[in-house]
Nanobody
């Protein structure tokens, strides 16, 4: 059984930092690309940051220079370090594990963790 579990969300003041963690089990973690998405109220879910199995990273423009995605294959965990947080970063953050294999796309989602940036 595949499980993807996010943690680390919470309430933080503008300018503050949080680190989200995403622990995956039931998959060969090192072979999966990992992504962090977010969904704010009334908005569509968007990709915030991604990291491939080869450690290539990409970020949406609004978080470049503030967020850092990383992974620790030994711990089957991906991270999202978020600095200089802004109120507009408030959203539910979701972790995604994804892999293409034999013509099929395998995608697994976590339940999400709430991030609130407010004074």
């Amino acid at each position: 059984q595949v499980r993807v579990v996010e943690s680390g969300g919470g309430l933080v003041q503008p300018g503050g930092s949080l680190r989200l963690s995403c622990a995956a089990s039931g998959i060969i973690f090192s072979r999966y690309a990992m992504g962090w998405y977010r969904q704010a109220p009334g908005k569509q879910r968007e990709l915030v940051a991604g990291i491939t199995s080869g450690d290539s990273t990409n970020y949406t423009d609004s978080v470049k220079g503030r967020y850092t995605i990383s992974r620790d294959n030994a711990k089957n965990t991906a991270y999202l370090q978020m600095n200089s947080l802004k109120p507009e970063d408030t959203a539910v953050y979701y972790c995604n594990a994804e892999r293409k294999m034999a013509g099929f796309l395998y995608r697994y989602w976590g339940q999400g963790t709430q991030v609130i940036v407010s004074s």
